[in-house]
């Protein structure tokens, strides 16, 4: 029999008869247990961390449009009444009377029952949050949708934390589908509801995030909007993150923040490996397929290991802990399934669907347990096809990786997930996995740092109490003297910056020059290097500070510094800045000392940098050390990287040089920018080099780079080499760039000398 729902519907057989299971559910008598050995790296991130955080992730997910979250709007609800909850949150069903949330008028809100604002709480919302906004979640078909916050005061809610609005579950939990049944559920909407289960969970472990609490009660039951598969009235979503595990990279061990008896696996409580906590979901999904298919019956009183649906005693859970730790115990799970299905006169290959799903996942060694086996069988296929999937998926995910460490340096492309996002932003939903069990199990993982603080947004959005909060919290953090690398809190330099801008705009403070230059002075002083707001402060705290009017809180030298690497970094504006510090040297030699230096951090920006401000030409960015200046050392580079068709890039007598023809040399990328030698040479100002190469070679020398389409004209322009763009235009570059670039040369023509200006600006008329 085939009873896949992606293979056919038409042997399956439902269950119609009387069900005599009691209707209590099981999970409502056990109770969520904090695990051992809890990881703290995000216990103490508070209010300003948390909003800051979601600012940066709306940010990126919005792909630089306006904001949502922070446009000062306020959610307006009537009809509002409870609808579930757990033990920090309460859930209640609410109509929007304002405006409808990405067209939904029903919406679940969500808030924190505590009261006190604990860090650790913060830590549990940051979770929910930070998985709910990544990109491969945000638009999956199985994943809760946050569709908007709520930024009132605690005074309204009783709770510090902001609400959540969730899109509202129409048939509440996977427990309360089951359970309010008035007959079991047919065996293919199970199925489905199980494999849409292990879809979410996939996708989750696929971007480096454990559930860490799976169970009935946190898998939400919607209407079905897809066509396909048919006849199926329900989806399944995962939500409530808040016991998550993230950030899982490197070889740390991790452990559950929480678990549920009997969802939780044998070795829950210990420190486990990333693979190690990946397969305590996989085993508390196996218990959710046991407990869906035998009708949300109590999984302990079916193995008659207790009578009754009632709290565990301490000595009893301990004891559930070493049966678990048997073979008897799976065997006592499968035992329960078969029995189950010989009641209701199942087919047999339905059961063994189920019971091969639970051996994949109920197996005592964790190693041995496979979420793609149990999706591969839910989704209905065969014992042997699943043999065969999994081993095309091995080598299918293996190529995709190749591919990927074989990409064209820098390219930017349209791709199938650039689609499906973009049609996720319009309320389309996108499975970045392409609903194939195991596919791309390496996704990007949710953004640990990152922070975006507005004030002008925020002033409008929060009262003057949350403001002076915010204020409070941020000069808590800014004068911290430790902090852990890999957190999610604001750094205390960040937190300086924020400072510095909320000094300037009057946010829970009263606007003050002298106190904005002292928090950018902080803030310029990193414990390590970040090229964040470091980097702004330094480059800005000379000319604030001047025009403020506040004496300068650095030393000559030290100043000198900043504004030398500020100008390499492409702040321009520092070049101007450095007459300021002249003054400080009266000496003329120390005087005549910093111009040269300034003068070397103009060469610097454009050799290494090519006049962005971004390392695009340092070695370690480098596919191979070009020697521009060893022609001879060039050309041998160019004959290895082109191998046999070397001869075949070579120019003849023939050939007018400067002509726009594709040849293998265009397709020689010097760093990971996808920049060739043609831009590379215009970057640096080696007009030789350009001399040499267009006419030993075959190149376009239109030719537009990988990321920006950006012709080696618009990289001599950027750099400000004259002698580069001249030549470029001598030899018949086009000076409009390319047609598909962002920017043409006349963008930068203010990188030259007033006299290079009119000269250059000729030459692009002409």
């Not at 709306?58 to 449009?65: A, F, S, T, V």
């Amino acid at each position: 029999m085939d009873s896949g729902f992606y293979h056919s519907y038409s042997l399956g057989q439902s269950s119609t008869e009387s069900s005599n299971i009691s209707k209590t559910s099981a999970e409502t008598a056990r109770t969520t247990l904090p695990a051992q050995n809890i990881d703290e790296t995000l216990t103490t991130a508070g209010f300003v961390s948390f909003a800051c955080h979601v600012a940066f992730l709306e940010e990126k997910l919005r792909r630089g449009n306006d904001t949502k979250f922070f446009d000062g709007h306020e959610i307006q609800t009537t009809a509002r009444f409870p609808a579930g909850g757990g033990g920090f949150f309460t859930v209640d069903r609410a109509r929007l009377t304002n405006q409808p949330t990405d067209g939904r008028e029903i919406v679940a809100i969500k808030t924190a029952r505590d009261q006190s604002g604990h860090p650790s709480r913060w830590k549990d919302i940051l979770l929910e949050v930070r998985a709910l906004l990544h990109e491969p979640l945000r638009y999956h078909p199985n994943i809760v949708h946050l569709l908007d916050f709520g930024w009132s005061h605690s005074s309204e809610t009783g709770s510090p934390f902001p609400t959540l609005v969730l899109e509202y579950a129409d048939y509440g939990t996977l427990d309360d589908l089951q359970l309010k049944s008035e007959s079991p559920l047919p065996f293919r909407i199970k199925q489905k509801l199980c494999y849409d289960v292990g879809r979410g969970l996939s996708i989750l472990h696929a971007c480096g995030i454990v559930h860490g609490d799976l169970k009935h009660n946190n898998v939400l039951v919607f209407r079905n909007r897809e066509e396909y598969p048919p006849d199926q009235p329900y989806t399944a979503k995962l939500a409530d993150f808040g016991g998550a595990i993230m950030d899982i990279g490197g070889n740390a061990d991790h452990s559950l923040r929480m678990t549920t008896v009997p969802y939780d696996a044998p070795e829950s409580g210990q420190n486990l490996t990333v693979d190690g906590i990946k397969a305590t979901d996989t085993y508390s999904f196996g218990m959710l397929i046991w407990r869906t298919f035998i009708d949300c019956q109590d999984l302990l009183v079916a193995i008659g290991f207790k009578q009754a649906s009632t709290p565990l005693s301490d000595d009893e859970r301990t004891a559930l802990k070493q049966l678990k730790r048997s073979e008897s115990f799976l065997q006592m799970a499968l035992d329960t399934v078969e029995a189950y299905g010989r009641s209701r006169s199942l087919p047999e290959d339905t059961v063994e669907m189920i019971t091969d799903a639970m051996n994949a996942t109920l197996i005592l060694n964790p190693a041995s347990r496979s979420l793609v086996q149990a999706q591969a069988r839910l989704r209905g296929m065969s014992r042997e096809e699943v043999e065969d999937y999994t081993f095309a998926l091995e080598r299918e995910n293996e190529d995709r990786k190749e591919m990927e460490r074989n990409r064209i340096p820098g390219q930017r492309a349209i791709d199938i997930d650039s689609v499906g996002y973009a049609l996720g932003r319009f309320g389309r939903t996108y499975d970045a996995q392409q609903n194939l069990p195991g596919c791309r199990p390496d996704l990007p993982a949710p953004a640990l740092g990152g922070f975006i603080f507005e004030p002008f947004k925020l002033k409008s959005l929060l009262d003057w109490s949350q403001q002076v909060a915010m204020v409070r919290e941020l000069e808590q953090l800014a004068e911290s003297r430790s902090f852990e690398e890999e957190s999610a809190e604001i750094q205390p330099w960040t937190a300086a910056y924020h400072l510095f801008q909320a000094c300037l705009s009057g946010f829970g403070m009263s606007i003050n020059l002298e106190r904005a230059c002292y928090w950018l002075c902080k803030a310029s002083k990193a414990d390590f290097e970040c090229a964040d707001t470091d980097y702004l402060a330094k480059a800005w705290l000379t000319r604030l500070c001047n025009a403020a009017g506040v004496p300068f809180p650095l030393t000559p030298d030290e100043q000198v510094d900043d504004l030398f690497w500020s100008i390499v970094r492409g702040h321009r504006h520092c070049i101007e800045d450095s007459e300021l510090v002249m003054s400080r040297f009266p000496n003329p030699h120390q005087a005549t000392t910093v111009q040269s230096r300034i003068r070397q951090a103009v060469s610097v920006n454009k050799e290494l940098t090519g006049g962005t401000g971004m390392p695009h030409y340092a070695p370690r960015m480098m596919s191979r050390t070009w020697n521009l200046f060893d022609f001879e050392a060039l050309d041998e580079d160019i004959r290895m990287e082109l191998g046999r068709e070397y001869g075949s890039c070579l120019r003849s007598t023939d050939d007018s040089q400067g002509e726009s023809e594709t040849s293998r040399f265009d397709k020689i990328y010097v760093n990971k920018r996808g920049h060739g030698l043609l831009h590379y040479a215009a970057s640096v100002g080696n007009v030789n080099a350009l001399r040499h190469l267009l006419s030993k070679y075959k190149c376009n020398i239109n030719l537009p780079n990988q990321s920006f389409s950006e012709t080696p004209l618009v990289c001599a322009c950027r750099a400000g080499q004259y002698d580069c763009a001249k030549f470029l235009l001598e030899n018949g570059a086009d000076p409009n760039g390319s047609d598909s670039g962002q920017e043409a040369p006349l963008h930068w023509i203010s990188r030259f000398g007033r006299a290079e200006m009119r000269l250059t600006t000729l030459h692009v008329q002409s």
